[in-house]
């Protein structure tokens, strides 16, 4: 089976979104990146980024025919870890949900 064109683009959106710093533009809540220069925090940690994509890829749905049908859920999972390892020194933050173990898993 291969990737579905709307699925390769929604990808590709993720990845212009993440990588000029618009996330928090497209999640429908402005609140959790607020104030957080991500791409700086993440630029030197491969490792985190690689938790980025895998927490948006384990998120994301698509219907039979390959239609995504959750793009906005899928990027907001991956800016709640964002915000989370990139808060300031003494910051608390809470993901709500918390995340499960699917969510997070490398493939």
Same mark, same amino acid.
């Given at each position: 089976?291969?990737?579905? !064109? !709307?699925f390769k683009s929604?990808?590709?959106?993720?990845?212009?979104?993440?990588?000029?710093?618009t996330l928090s533009y497209v999640i429908e809540d402005e609140t959790i990146l607020d104030g957080i220069d991500y791409r700086e925090g993440l630029k030197t940690e491969a490792s985190l980024v690689e938790q980025v994509y895998a927490i948006y890829s384990n998120n994301i749905?698509? !219907?039979e025919n390959g239609k995504v049908l959750n793009q906005?859920?899928?990027m907001k999972?991956?800016?709640q870890w964002i915000r989370l390892v990139c808060r300031k020194e003494g910051e608390e933050y809470k993901v709500?949900?918390?995340?499960? !173990?699917?969510?997070?898993c490398l493939h």
């Open positions: 089976m291969r990737l579905s !064109d !709307d929604a990808l590709r959106h993720f990845a212009y979104y993440y990588t000029n710093g749905q698509l !219907d906005v859920h899928a999972r991956a800016a709500e949900p918390e995340f499960e !173990d699917w969510e997070t």
